[in-house]
């Protein structure tokens, strides 16, 4: 499938876990998709709107739709920042009071997909030649499962991976307690959540904990690190990236 994608990396893998945005790419590569970077991409706004900014968001949404127009699909390797693309961009649109925006987000919002809605419900494959001898568990965020509603779409994914060892996260659906500024701003509450998740997640007995959010990585696995539990954490990207004779 010949497909023009725009990779919509987001600013926190851009800047922190660059890996993942590039497993991005050489996954959709792989799969027969023509990659392009927009480089005027920054922020989708979503810090903003989800602390009360939505004025301040509006300069975010204009620049989104513009770097984004005109590809046969936007993909972004976050079910959070894609959330924020099909939930909040229409409103912050209305707020600017430009019908022309709003027009453009009409357009553009319907073809921005989260990585793993994008591979089964778009490409229509479950099984992307991904080669991962690892003991697994996997954590649905909370973005892409309540907003998204991707349902087991990363599930049939992985299952499909020659040598994984997937196991059931006990509890899967409890959020993290990350939550962006949440977890500043109740910041007890927040590690007492994120606690639970990294004891559920060492009850596995597993190797790696994957996610479809590194922000919800870091927090999982800052505390896994603490407690020096021995797991790792990775992006379903990643995971889809490796092949067999490529690094493990």
Not at 43 to 56: D, I, P, R
Not at 214 to 242: D, F, K, P, Y
Request: proline share 4%.
């Amino acid at each position: 499938m010949n497909m023009r994608v725009a990779l919509f990396a987001t600013c926190y893998n851009d800047l922190m876990w660059p890996d993942t945005p590039k497993a991005v790419v050489r996954l959709l590569q792989r799969l027969g998709c023509r990659v392009e970077f927009p480089v005027e991409q920054t922020c989708c706004g979503q810090m903003f709107t989800n602390t009360g900014y939505a004025e301040e968001a509006i300069p975010a949404v204009r620049n989104f739709v513009a770097a984004f127009a005109g590809y046969d699909a936007v993909v972004a390797p976050s079910g959070s920042c894609v959330g924020s693309v099909r939930h909040q961009h229409r409103d912050i649109a209305a707020r600017a009071g430009c019908r022309a925006m709003q027009d453009e987000v009409e357009i553009l919002a319907p073809n921005v997909y989260e990585l793993s809605e994008f591979l089964v419900d778009v490409l229509g494959v479950t099984d992307v030649g991904a080669y991962f001898p690892h003991r697994v568990t996997y954590h649905p965020t909370c973005h892409s499962l309540r907003m998204l509603r991707v349902g087991d779409k990363p599930l049939q994914l992985l299952q499909a991976v020659r040598g994984i060892d997937l196991v059931e996260l006990p509890r899967a659906d409890q959020c993290c307690g990350f939550g962006g500024t949440f977890a500043l701003k109740n910041a007890d509450t927040s590690v007492a959540m994120g606690f639970d998740k990294a004891r559920a997640a060492r009850d596995t007995g597993t190797e790696v904990l994957v996610a479809g959010d590194n922000s919800c990585l870091a927090h999982i696995g800052g505390l896994l690190s603490r407690q020096r539990s021995g797991m790792r954490v990775m992006h379903l990207a990643e995971v889809l990236a490796r092949t067999e004779g490529g690094p493990g």
